[in-house]
């Protein structure tokens, strides 16, 4: 007799034996632990969802306080260098007599625009984007009047700039901590 054919149908023997073997129940669920276990799932999908938001709202307050920095240090250079133009050409009363003094306006306010670009980046808070952004657009039609070597159409646009200066500045501040 070969063993190995006998142990062989031994085990096929004991295989279909252990399958053969019937569990009592049946393939109903209890409502109320689908209804517990829905309610977990929903609690948690919204946990998460509050913590992704939480984290995405701190993300944009860094960014923005990032912007603020630069912007109010930037600012300061920027301000001062217009301030030492402006009075030297009240007291010279002509762009010529001023040298250079116009290009060096022109290059701080430029080097200033594009230091705070730098941080202008996606992410920013909306409110402090746009009054920044405004103050950009104010700076460049504050360098295109002195390019052009205007005196008393000065004063408009830098009107115009120093008040988006202050609301970006003033709305910079409420971030401060």
Not at 26 to 47: F, L, M, P, R
Request: with cysteine; glycine share 8%; aromatic share 6%.
């Amino acid at each position: 007799m070969n063993w190995k054919w006998v142990g062989a149908a031994a085990v096929c023997g004991l295989l279909f034996t252990g399958c053969a073997t019937t569990i009592d129940g049946s393939s109903t669920v209890d409502a109320g632990q689908v209804s517990a276990y829905q309610s977990d799932v929903s609690v948690t999908a919204e946990q998460s969802r509050i913590a992704e938001s939480s984290r995405a709202a701190q993300a944009a307050r860094t960014l923005t306080l990032a912007l603020c920095s630069q912007f109010t240090t930037t600012v300061v250079t920027m301000l001062n260098s217009y301030n030492q133009f402006v009075t030297k050409l009240n007291e010279l009363q002509s762009y010529s007599a001023i040298g250079d003094g116009g290009q060096v306006v022109i290059d701080q306010l430029t080097a200033g625009e594009q230091a705070i670009s730098a941080k202008l980046v996606p992410g920013i808070e909306a409110p402090v984007e746009a009054l920044v952004r405004t103050f950009l657009t104010r700076n460049t039609e504050l360098i295109a009047a002195v390019r052009g070597e205007l005196r008393s159409g000065l004063n408009d646009p830098a009107d115009r700039w120093i008040d988006a200066r202050n609301k970006a500045v003033e709305a910079c501040g409420k971030l401060a901590p």
